[in-house]
């Protein structure tokens, strides 16, 4: 992983790296050019302007966890906006066998462009590929495949940047406290994504020299087990300034474990951008301060890059006749002062 490339935001925040934002208007744009102008690509944006029908196929794991269920209704929601898109839509599945049934059955329909998020990435990569071989090009969405010649363009979160964000959040707030303490509430520790985002955030960290954690677990990313987590966390340490936890469905529970034990000597950063995080924020009657999102719009924008890619057009804002690789989102901290801005993006 390249290292990244830090910034000042407008609230003085040290975040990020360097990616093609979410926030780019993923919608086609016509690339057809007179003979006689410079080939470019700056032609008006086709988002709402029907063209070509395009069937697309959406392959995720089964709704299990309430960011997961919102990457399927984000993708239902915005297939509905476009009259010359119709989504064949799988009931969802964890087990990998079902979903690569599934996936192959899409094949066999025929289906213009694939979107998939694979419940594991490593063992879908050759549904993937055969998608590919038959001339279906294949939306890799967030879980990413072992190769790069199993997908046309990949779209996801970016997990140490998630931890990277939260640790310079909770630095910038604990910088001028002498010896201040940190714990980490983590999700399964056996995924690349729990890892990543701890890494990050230890990072962050090492910018603040008077900060240390002292404290972390792993979760599994449900509310039962943040409760628990969080109750052995709190019973084994007394005095700590700050949280960052990974997951606001378990971040719940620890809500619920903290309030149990009366505690509110301390700050909490929350992760992914559940509703229930952004209203707790919006009160700012407890811990809760901020939450550093994991955008299931993503699945929202990997339709418009669908689309696209099935009328074979670009992406409007950027100079290229085709859609990209690769799209990293932003991990943007959301906080009292712009939680009104992302409330409608909160999921259940």
């Not at 056996?190 to 002292?214: H, M, S």
């Not at 469905?249 to 619920?256: E, F, K, P, T, Y």
């Amino acid at each position: 992983m390249p290292e990244p490339t830090p910034f000042t935001s407008r609230r003085g925040l040290l975040f990020g790296t360097a990616a093609v934002g979410a926030g780019v208007l993923l919608t086609g744009c016509t690339s057809n050019e007179s003979n006689d102008e410079p080939a470019s690509n700056d032609q008006p944006a086709a988002a709402d302007t029907p063209g070509k029908a395009v069937t697309i196929g959406f392959a995720g794991p089964q709704a299990d966890h309430g960011w997961l269920n919102a990457i399927n209704d984000n993708a239902k929601s915005r297939a509905k906006k476009y009259s010359d898109v119709t989504l064949e839509i799988t009931e969802g599945s964890n087990d990998t066998a079902a979903q690569i049934g599934q996936i192959e059955t899409l094949i066999n329909k025929k289906v213009d462009v694939l979107v998939i998020l694979p419940a594991d990435g490593k063992a879908l990569t050759q549904v993937g590929l055969k998608a590919m071989r038959a001339g279906i090009p294949v939306v890799n969405l967030d879980r990413i495949f072992n190769t790069p010649q199993a997908y046309r363009c990949w779209i996801g979160g970016d997990n140490y940047g998630m931890g990277l964000n939260a640790g310079h959040y909770i630095g910038e707030q604990l910088k001028d406290v002498d010896g201040a303490k940190v714990i980490e509430l983590a999700g399964l520790d056996n995924l690349e994504l729990t890892q990543q985002r701890t890494k990050g955030f230890d990072d962050a960290l090492k910018n603040y020299p008077n900060i240390q954690k002292v404290a972390r677990q792993a979760a599994e990313f449900t509310v039962e087990s943040g409760q628990a987590k969080m109750a052995q966390l709190l019973q084994a340490q007394s005095k700590f300034d700050a949280l960052w936890n990974h997951d606001d469905d378990q971040g719940v529970g620890a809500l619920r474990a903290i309030e149990q034990a009366g505690r509110d000597d301390f700050l909490m950063v929350g992760g992914a951008g559940a509703l229930s995080a952004f209203q707790a924020i919006k009160q700012d009657n407890g811990v809760l301060k901020a939450t550093v999102l994991y955008p299931p719009t993503m699945a929202a924008s990997a339709i418009d890059l669908a689309r696209a890619l099935g009328q074979a057009k670009g992406v409007s804002g950027l100079s290229e006749f085709e859609i990209p690789t690769s799209l990293t989102l932003y991990s943007a901290v959301v906080d009292k002062d712009n939680v009104d801005q992302y409330m409608p993006t909160g999921f259940k």
